[in-house]
């Protein structure tokens, strides 16, 4: 009697584990018949199919093909494999739940028989595969556009490498680049790209080396075209490892970069030619002998030494920041203001491009000279400005004030002997004129001797 109690008492124990074991596993356990309704379920089965209960799930799904099923040949299928094989593993399904949505499911399952072999029911789990289904087409997607994205880049070559550094896959931009075919180039070695004497250096296990320790190696070098051409090529040569951080093979991106690099010698040649000229034109800018200032419209910003020497200063900041008219007298005559003058000709140097004129420069020491101006108009990084140079015409108009002095005492002196020829030449005048009245007297006296000689009977009486 005691031992029966106790064998009621394990069988209860055994019972309850198995009971536990049903509800709480986290896959879904059931029991269908051979015609597609279920005879039991666990509660986790009625969790993934979205029910309260399994007794809720087995009343409501009275025909799993046409009620669960989102493809109900699938059901089909899956009881044609239980027929022929007995058993069906990772069987997957998409399944409506309760509320109406799709999910992914996979089954394992089995036929039930009894000792006849005859077919009892099916049992079996189900587990809820949706999120890594969802994860696979995510990845899938993920690949093609991948796929796309590298089949459409032309710019560049994408192609990966085995661990020992193969060929196994080619891009259009490889072809374009290196004018391999992918046929071509597929399963040949990653040296065919170098050149002899980067050969000779065992470069290209050099450099998986370096890409394989450091994870990335980014260089620029020359490599070989299929025609054996040399071209500059920029390469980025990438380690791929997989989960268990062993290594799959390598990545690598080539870039072109022939003309840049050309088109960089061009500019470092054009640059040191610019440097060479700027210095040329500084070493005549500071050199020459006319004040040359630069201005824009907040005032001066450089100026030559001949400019500090013309205006008295010994540092260009002295210059520096002050406008034109800043440099002169206020006004240029009594009535011409030099800020509204200069401004004038700032605005003529902008529309002509260039103005000549002449202007009454001040010192710093208030000292004024006379000046010539050639006022240019230019770009300082694209905004407006001028050059001015101005030569110091100090001795030009003192030479033309004395050469107009000159004239002046020229004019007088001519005009004084102009006034003195004039009276010599009245007095000859008067005494030609005196001479002329003598000579007609004479004349007049011998006409009458001479007459009254020839009229005389006796011509020697006369006395």
């Not at 009697?1 to 509800?23: G, P, R, V």
């Not at 044609?80 to 949505?101: A, C, H, M, N, P």
């Not at 087409?137 to 070559?157: G, P």
Request: proline share 2%.
């Amino acid at each position: 009697m005691i031992n029966s109690q106790k064998s009621l008492e394990t069988l209860q124990k055994m019972e309850d584990k198995y009971h536990s074991i049903f509800e709480n596993k986290v896959v879904g356990i059931y029991q269908t018949t051979l015609e597609g309704r279920y005879i039991s379920a666990n509660a986790t089965l009625a969790r993934i199919y979205g029910y309260d209960s399994s007794t809720e799930m087995i009343a409501a799904l009275a025909d799993i093909k046409d009620q669960l099923y989102v493809d109900s040949q699938r059901r089909d299928e899956f009881a044609d494999i239980l027929r022929e094989k007995g058993e069906v593993s990772e069987f997957e399904s998409q399944i409506y739940r309760r509320d109406g949505t799709i999910i992914w499911i996979t089954e394992n399952a089995w036929v039930v028989r009894d000792k006849q072999e005859k077919f009892l029911y099916y049992e079996g789990f189900v587990e809820d595969i949706t999120r890594r289904k969802q994860t696979e087409v995510a990845l899938q997607e993920s690949e093609e556009r991948q796929r796309l994205l590298i089949e459409s880049v032309q710019d560049y070559a994408l192609f990966i490498l085995d661990s020992d550094g193969y060929v196994v896959s080619w891009n259009p931009g490889a072809e374009r680049i290196y004018q391999y075919q992918s046929e071509e180039i597929i399963g040949r070695h990653l040296s065919t790209f170098y050149t002899q004497k980067d050969l000779k250096n065992n470069r290209p296990e050099q450099e998986l080396k370096i890409a394989r320790e450091q994870g990335r190696l980014a260089i620029e070098k020359i490599c070989l075209r299929q025609n054996k051409k040399q071209f500059w090529a920029n390469v980025i040569t990438t380690a791929l490892y997989d989960n268990k951080q062993q290594l799959r093979g390598f990545s690598q991106v080539t870039r072109d970069i022939t003309e840049s690099k050309q088109a960089i010698a061009i500019q470092t040649g054009l640059i040191a030619t610019l440097q060479a000229s700027e210095k040329k034109f500084r070493d005549l800018y500071e050199s020459t002998q006319d004040a040359v200032l630069f201005i824009n419209e907040l005032g001066c910003i450089d100026c030559n030494f001949a400019a500090l020497k013309l205006f008295g200063c010994t540092n260009k900041s002295e210059l520096r920041g002050k406008q034109p008219w800043e440099l002169s007298p206020l006004k240029q005559s009594e009535k011409e203001d030099s800020s509204i003058i200069f401004q004038h000709y700032l605005e003529i140097a902008l529309h002509r491009g260039i103005v000549r004129f002449n202007w009454r420069y001040k010192r710093l020491d208030g000292s004024e000279f006379p000046a010539e101006v050639f006022l240019s108009s230019m770009k300082f990084d694209g905004r407006s400005g001028w050059q001015a140079v101005v030569l110091d015409i100090s001795h030009r108009v003192l030479a033309q004030e004395t050469l107009k002095k000159a004239n002046e005492e020229l004019e007088k002196w001519v005009e004084k002997r102009t006034v003195e020829l004039q009276e010599v030449v009245e007095r000859l005048q008067k005494e030609i004129s005196e001479r002329q009245q003598v000579e007609a007297k004479l004349r007049l006296s011998e006409e009458k001797f001479s007459k009254a000689f020839r009229c005389s009977p006796n011509p020697i009486s006369i006395t």
